[in-house]
């Protein structure tokens, strides 16, 4: 597409065929786009979905991936991790892949600055480690008011009451070339850590 000129055409739709296709080519054959969230299914209003889902022949999830293209507003990027979290499909792992033009480094890619604490920063590296195998633990009860707060949105948005408290964000995969950078990132709850109510993320530590 950069090729021809197209690449001011490129959007969060664009990753759907080239994510379609990658999949096929591993076997995965019952692929879903636009699949129902199933915590959102009876909630009226514009539906609630995740952008990938692959089934087994029992129609069981596999796998959901949740796709953003950058640049984006950081509670959006949010707002797909929560819609990971509060997913609970028995044996379903969750990813979620990161796209959009290439920084001058690693770390500039998927870049989004935020004041916290007083402090401007990359609220991004927070998150998402750019490196394959590494992990970010996030402890939302820990985090600065103004992480918090980005999640107590996310369920007043989508009308809930709590989510997990603690989350691991793992980098499978990450490419970046001249012009494009995409990174592949697993998201799985950490046992044990309870849940977080609105309350509780909205008081200040």
């Known amino acids: 597409k950069d090729l021809t000129g197209l690449h001011g055409l490129f959007s969060e739709a ?7 296709e990658h999949l096929k080519t591993k076997g995965i054959e019952n692929l879903h786009p636009q699949r129902i969230h199933p915590k959102f299914r009876h909630i009226r209003g514009r539906p609630r979905q ?3 889902v692959a089934l087994n022949p029992r129609d069981r999830w596999l796998f959901a991936i949740e796709t953003k293209w950058f640049p984006a507003p950081i509670q959006r990027v949010m707002n797909d991790v929560g819609r990971l979290l509060v997913l609970d499909e028995p044996g379903c792992e969750k990813f979620l892949v990161l796209a959009g033009p290439a920084g001058a480094d690693h770390e500039s890619c998927f870049r989004i600055n935020m004041t916290i ?12 480690s750019h490196k394959r195998g590494d992990s970010r633990i996030i402890k939302l009860k ?3 008011h103004e992480i918090r707060e980005l999640y107590r949105n996310f369920l007043v948005d989508y009308k809930l009451s709590e989510l997990p408290n603690a989350f691991e964000i793992k980098c499978v995969d990450f490419y970046r070339s ?4 995409v990174g592949l990132w697993r998201v799985s709850l950490r046992q044990g850590t309870g849940q ?5 993320l909205r008081a200040k530590l």
């Open 142 to 144: 820990d985090q600065p």
């Open 50 to 52: 995740i952008d990938f």
């Open 117 to 128: 604490s007083g402090n401007r920063r990359n609220v991004m590296s927070k998150f998402f």
């Open 178 to 181: 001249k012009k494009f950078a």
């Open 196 to 200: 977080i109510t609105r309350a509780e």
């Open 14 to 20: 664009s990753l759907t065929v080239p994510i379609a």
